[in-house]
């Protein structure tokens, strides 16, 4: 199973505002006046047409004239208007003379005492944004909403609450579905504030407890976290076991499990767990499993490697009983491991770094002996290549300085072929062991 390299995805940058409003009164605004409405239900579609904002007009209000000045100092006058949208969002719109439309949502100005909406349609701002969270795919019933800010390349985001559920911060972009991003994975200026730390700590456990039973652990939960978003685009979370046992499970982003890693295997990625003891008694599930598989090693140490292409665990075994080491494949489902010793793991760009492979130096020598090369003394051998079939291929460089061979050999062990270094080059697997490339 690969080692987790947590990179949190929601991780955002600096948010900015585009700037303060003109201010028109300090007191409680009053309602828009017959006037206000007729005019702005007769300005505003241009407005809206120029401000391009998603908005197919319900309602309008000329709010007033104000000016600004721009990066000159020019003073620029600026007509102001309130739209309510069929979409949901309601706006203030600012519009300056020759200058592109401004658009401010009505949940960016709650709390703007001279700026924040009035019409009757955007009198609870938060409603708003229930129909673009219809369209992420999410339940939530908008029970809270806040404006976080918009990034320089047009990105907005907002902090959703949902009642007695975990919200989660909304991102909006034009030309873009709107997307969620987990309360789970934020944090500092982000951090959510309608949802507390008790509801993602809840939904965290349901979480964990719904993919352990997908999953092929056995495991008595104890305890579980989220641990967020991997580089992977997976999401995972750990989970404690009773007797010392614990685990990271990973789901992918429609939250259907992927697979599980054993915290022995990665110890600083586990909190919940004591690795150390985790540690000692996968040696025995270890020893375990490779004897049953046909490996006699009793396991004094390992090193857990990743996982392959077919979901096994892969792992370096050093073994207190013989001096050779291996490296084994054991598939998820604890079915027949496969292994490869300390020489042939070359051929899958891995090396052994618990045993030295010069211990099977002997075994390569015999095996050239047996095909009649019986003058070579192996003094150097890696693997160097692979077939579907299993069958490894193994350069060896001889102690007397002669060109030495490459050994074909059958996943049982047995050598099914030799090839001269300028057999193997032909092949494409050139010989690159002192000696060998004279």
Same mark, same amino acid.
């Given at each position: 199973?690969?080692?987790?390299?947590?990179?949190?995805?929601?991780?955002?940058?600096?948010?900015?505002?585009?700037? !303060? &409003?003109?201010?028109?009164?300090?007191?409680?605004?009053?309602? #828009?006046?017959?006037?206000?409405?007729? +005019?702005?239900?007769?300005?505003?579609?241009?407005?809206?047409?120029?401000?391009?904002?998603?908005?197919?007009?319900?309602?309008?209000?000329?709010?007033?004239?104000?000016?600004?000045?721009?990066?000159?100092?020019?003073?620029?006058?600026?007509?102001?208007?309130?739209?309510?949208?069929?979409? /949901?969002?309601?706006?203030?719109?600012?519009?300056?003379?020759?200058? !592109?439309?401004?658009?401010?949502?009505?949940?960016?100005?709650?709390?703007?005492?001279?700026?924040?909406?009035? &019409?009757?349609?955007?009198?609870?701002?938060?409603?708003?944004?229930? !129909?673009?969270?219809?369209?992420? %795919?999410?339940?939530?019933?908008?029970?809270?909403?806040?404006?976080?800010?918009?990034?320089?390349?047009?990105?907005?985001?907002?902090?959703?609450?949902?009642?007695?559920?975990?919200?989660?911060?909304?991102?909006?972009? *034009?030309?873009?579905?709107?997307?969620?991003?987990? $309360?789970?994975?934020?944090?500092?200026?982000?951090?959510?504030?309608?949802?507390?730390?008790?509801?993602?700590?809840?939904?965290?456990?349901?979480?964990?407890?719904?993919?352990?039973?997908?999953?092929?652990?056995?495991?008595?939960?104890?305890?579980?976290?989220?641990?967020?978003?991997?580089?992977? %685009?997976?999401?995972?979370?750990?989970?404690?076991?009773?007797?010392?046992? /614990?685990?990271?499970?990973?789901?992918?982003?429609?939250?259907?499990?992927?697979?599980?890693?054993? $915290?022995?295997?990665?110890?600083?990625?586990?909190?919940?767990?004591?690795?150390?003891?985790?540690?000692?008694?996968?040696?025995?599930?270890?020893?375990?499993?490779?004897?049953?598989?046909?490996?006699?090693?009793?396991?004094?140490? #390992?090193?857990?490697?990743?996982?392959?292409?077919?979901?096994?665990?892969?792992?370096? &075994?050093? $073994?207190?009983?013989? !001096?050779?080491?291996?490296?084994?494949?054991?598939?998820?489902?604890?079915?027949?491991? *496969?292994?490869?010793?300390?020489?042939?793991?070359?051929?899958? +760009?891995?090396?052994? *770094?618990?045993?030295?492979?010069?211990?099977?130096?002997?075994?390569?020598?015999?095996?050239?002996?047996?095909?009649?090369?019986?003058?070579?003394?192996?003094? /150097?051998?890696?693997?160097?290549?692979?077939?579907?079939?299993? @069958?490894?291929?193994?350069?060896?460089?001889?102690?007397?300085?002669?060109? /030495?061979?490459?050994?074909?050999?059958?996943?049982?062990?047995?050598? @099914?072929?030799?090839?001269?270094?300028?057999?193997?080059?032909?092949?494409?697997?050139?010989?690159? &062991?002192? %000696?060998?490339?004279?």
């Amino acid at each position: 199973m690969k080692p987790i390299g947590i990179a949190i995805a929601a991780t955002l940058a600096a948010l900015t505002f585009a700037g !303060p &409003l003109a201010a028109f009164a300090a007191d409680k605004p009053a309602p #828009y006046s017959k006037d206000q409405i007729a +005019q702005g239900k007769k300005e505003i579609a241009p407005i809206v047409q120029g401000a391009g904002v998603p908005c197919t007009v319900t309602d309008a209000a000329f709010i007033g004239q104000s000016s600004s000045k721009d990066d000159k100092g020019k003073e620029i006058k600026q007509s102001v208007y309130e739209v309510a949208c069929q979409e /949901g969002l309601g706006y203030d719109l600012l519009a300056p003379v020759n200058q !592109p439309v401004k658009a401010y949502d009505c949940i960016a100005m709650i709390g703007n005492a001279t700026l924040a909406c009035r &019409l009757p349609e955007n009198a609870d701002p938060k409603k708003g944004l229930q !129909p673009i969270v219809a369209q992420t %795919g999410s339940q939530c019933a908008v029970s809270n909403a806040r404006y976080l800010g918009n990034k320089p390349t047009g990105e907005i985001f907002y902090e959703v609450g949902c009642g007695a559920e975990p919200g989660f911060l909304l991102e909006t972009a *034009k030309g873009k579905p709107p997307t969620t991003i987990g $309360c789970d994975q934020v944090s500092g200026t982000m951090a959510c504030t309608f949802t507390s730390q008790a509801m993602l700590d809840a939904a965290a456990n349901a979480k964990a407890s719904a993919l352990l039973a997908k999953s092929s652990v056995s495991c008595q939960m104890t305890g579980s976290r989220s641990i967020g978003q991997l580089q992977s %685009g997976d999401y995972a979370y750990e989970v404690s076991c009773q007797g010392d046992k /614990g685990y990271i499970l990973e789901a992918n982003a429609q939250g259907a499990f992927t697979h599980s890693i054993n $915290c022995a295997n990665v110890r600083d990625s586990c909190k919940l767990t004591d690795s150390s003891k985790a540690e000692t008694a996968e040696t025995g599930t270890y020893t375990k499993l490779a004897k049953a598989s046909g490996f006699q090693c009793d396991v004094a140490k #390992y090193r857990f490697i990743g996982m392959d292409k077919s979901n096994a665990e892969v792992v370096e &075994l050093q $073994c207190a009983n013989r !001096p050779d080491g291996a490296v084994g494949m054991f598939p998820a489902d604890n079915k027949t491991a *496969k292994f490869m010793d300390c020489v042939q793991v070359g051929a899958i +760009q891995q090396a052994c *770094k618990l045993t030295d492979p010069a211990a099977l130096y002997p075994k390569y020598t015999a095996a050239l002996a047996s095909k009649g090369k019986k003058t070579c003394q192996v003094s /150097g051998a890696h693997g160097v290549g692979s077939t579907a079939d299993g @069958t490894t291929f193994v350069e060896t460089a001889c102690s007397d300085g002669l060109p /030495g061979w490459v050994i074909a050999m059958s996943p049982a062990g047995s050598v @099914t072929d030799l090839l001269t270094c300028g057999q193997a080059k032909a092949s494409g697997a050139a010989c690159t &062991l002192p %000696g060998n490339t004279k």
